[in-house]
């Protein structure tokens, strides 16, 4: 029976062209990763933004954890498996979002649903970016309290929801700081006036704006210059940060009731030694040497949006190196991507539910670590299947 359900579920994916597929790679350099085969490609799809998952220092300082520490950590931050490397970094992450403290969670994932399961009760009342990241969904979702959607990004729409929503309890607000589909960034000045307006508590997810944007590269805060206004500060270290897990930060008594209420820091093993280690030592090589990643991931970012609105193609504008090309039709979208992957380039294609349906994408995306040259050839490949693509498209319509 449930075989059978379950069976009719995945010919429906894939008769829909929605199948997901996993990959098999690895990376040789942050521009660049191999199949099993051997067949190189450029990588315009990672968030390696500042390319630290293959700096000297960051490798160095996973490889000396392992060796030192063991691969894992044994035991959940309570019992046997807090390091010193998790409170280190703790430390380091809080002073660099200029917050009192911070904590560390498995994945970003992991964050956002400790986060506001852990926070928000009954009664209470979150206000949601429709576009906010999934794992910001689920959170909302599990937290037992009233969801409130609200446009993306439009004031207008969160005050109007704000004036008439009946709430008991607390309101949050909620949202991504850089989107993650659409690049874009979070109108923190007027949020900060609704928060004041209405006592709201402010959250922000910041996975897609730390080691992006902001001048220290902090992030949506430091971006505006408005470092004291977000409540919580979410982020990843799976990004920028070149490992894997996520931490948030904020006021010491917010963390401290984190650390003795939220299930998902409570009940899952600590991360391992390497790990933290790694986001650590890609950390520290963010606060000094921030200026000189931050200037290349830059002018990637405004070079390949450059070359590929002159080459034709439908560029979402923004600043950051999340590129959105609207494409509009999915299988087209896929179509595309798959193209470019035979010719050695690796972009991800995103359609609905991911995206609204008519918006399916190529999620372009650049990195510190990318040359000119690698930008130059594949907007070049990009622009010229492009061309293809619609003129095929226009013979068959
Ligand atoms: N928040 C946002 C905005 C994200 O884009 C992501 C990852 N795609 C996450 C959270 C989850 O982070 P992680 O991959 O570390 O679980």
Redesign the pocket.
């Known amino acids: 029976m449930l075989e059978t359900r379950i069976a009719k579920e995945l010919a429906y994916i894939s008769q829909a062209g929605l199948a997901r597929r996993i990959t098999e790679l690895y990376f040789v350099n942050p521009a660049q990763a191999q199949d099993r085969t051997g067949k190189t490609y450029l990588v315009l799809a990672s968030?390696n933004y500042l390319g630290f998952t293959h700096a000297p220092e960051v490798i160095e300082a996973a490889s000396q954890a392992a060796l030192k520490f063991g691969t894992g950590s044994s035991g959940s931050r309570l019992t046997t498996g807090g390091t010193f490397i998790a409170s280190e970094l703790e430390k380091r992450l809080a002073d660099f979002k200029h917050s009192e403290s911070a904590l560390v969670f498995n994945?970003?994932?992991?964050t956002?649903l400790g986060v506001l399961y852990g926070l928000l009760q009954t009664g209470d009342v979150v206000f949601s970016d429709e576009l906010n990241?999934a794992?910001?969904i689920d959170g909302c979702r599990i937290s037992r309290c009233k969801v409130v959607v609200y446009k993306h990004n439009d004031m207008a729409d969160l005050q109007r929801l704000l004036e008439t929503e009946i709430v008991t309890g607390q309101r949050f607000i909620v949202t991504?700081g850089v989107f993650?589909m659409d690049g874009d960034i979070a109108d923190l000045p007027s949020l900060a006036v609704l928060k004041k307006q209405f006592n709201a508590f402010l959250i922000v997810?910041d996975?897609?704006g730390v080691g992006v944007i902001g001048n220290d590269g902090s992030g949506t805060a430091s971006h505006y210059g408005l470092t004291d206004v977000i409540d919580l500060q979410?982020g990843?270290?799976?990004k920028a940060l070149a490992a894997?897990?996520?931490y948030v930060a904020g006021k010491k008594i917010l963390i401290d009731y984190l650390i003795n209420r939220s299930r998902p820091f409570i009940f899952s093993t600590a991360l391992a030694p390497a790990t933290l280690a790694a986001a650590n030592a890609a950390l520290l090589l963010l606060q000094t040497q921030a200026s000189k990643y931050l200037d290349s991931l830059r002018a990637n970012s405004r070079l390949m949006r450059r070359l590929l609105l002159e080459g034709g193609l439908n560029v979402v504008e923004g600043i950051t190196p999340i590129i959105p090309v609207v494409i509009g039709e999915a299988g087209l979208t896929m179509q595309f991507a798959d193209r470019l992957k035979s010719k050695g380039i690796l972009v991800s294609g995103i359609r609905p539910p991911t995206v609204p349906r008519g918006e399916s994408r190529l999620r372009i995306t650049v990195t510190a670590a990318h040359c000119e040259e690698q930008l130059r050839q594949a907007a070049q490949i990009i622009t010229a299947l492009w061309q293809e693509l619609k003129h095929g498209e226009k013979k068959e319509g």
Do not use: Q
């Open positions: 968030n994945t970003g994932y992991m956002n990241h794992s910001i991504d993650s997810d996975a897609h979410v990843t270290l799976s894997e897990g996520g």
